[in-house]
């Protein structure tokens, strides 16, 4: 391999118990290579630092909804082979998993969206795993979730008429997690279309 302004280099496809020999020269602007330098001769050690991985998002006890995003960073002193991402129920004594991703790097950052819509609403836990290629496994990472699934129902919804206009009423829905209120509205033929309530409280006059 040719190595420019660097006074090291890392053989990440040394293996271990097998011996290599190295050497290096110098070349010049005008091309010129110099005589090698002397045979060194080497055999790999083990492998037995484990990789590090760490879960960025989601953060823990979070609540999310059917549209998990995971993120998360590996890194590796020789190259990460595998990361795995799992989940659990409370109470569960196996893991299902979300996402496996083999890799050639020794820093990785992942970003996976778990589908996780047909999911019951309630507590999960996600953990992280890596691996390096020489088999040592990280320490676990784990995040505490709930995953809610139940949409909002809508109370009262009628509509007045006011001569030149319509007058679109509302109930403000009782959940303690009610955020906002979309309102859609067709006109003729055409699609529908979103309007942006600014005060979901008060009543709208479109």
Known sequence: ???????????????YGETFKYKISAIDDAGNEGECSKVVEVTAIDDVVKPVLTIVKPV??????????ISLTAFD?????????????????????????????????????WDASAMASGNYTIRARCFDISGNVSETDTKDIRIDNTPIEIGKFDIESMGWKLKVNWEKPQEEDFKKLEL??????????????KNVYEKVSP
């Open 1 to 15: 391999d040719t190595v420019y302004g660097k006074d090291s280099y890392v053989d990440k496809k040394a293996t």
């Open 60 to 69: 823990k006890n979070i609540l999310v909804g059917n549209q998990v995003r």
């Open 77 to 113: 002193n020789v190259r990460v082979d595998k990361i795995v991402i799992e989940w659990q129920k409370p109470g569960d004594t196996s893991w299902n998993t979300i996402y496996e991703e083999e890799t050639k790097e020794d820093y990785v950052i992942c970003n996976h969206t």
């Open 184 to 197: 859609y509205i067709k006109y003729g033929d055409n699609a529908y279309k979103s309007v942006d309530i």
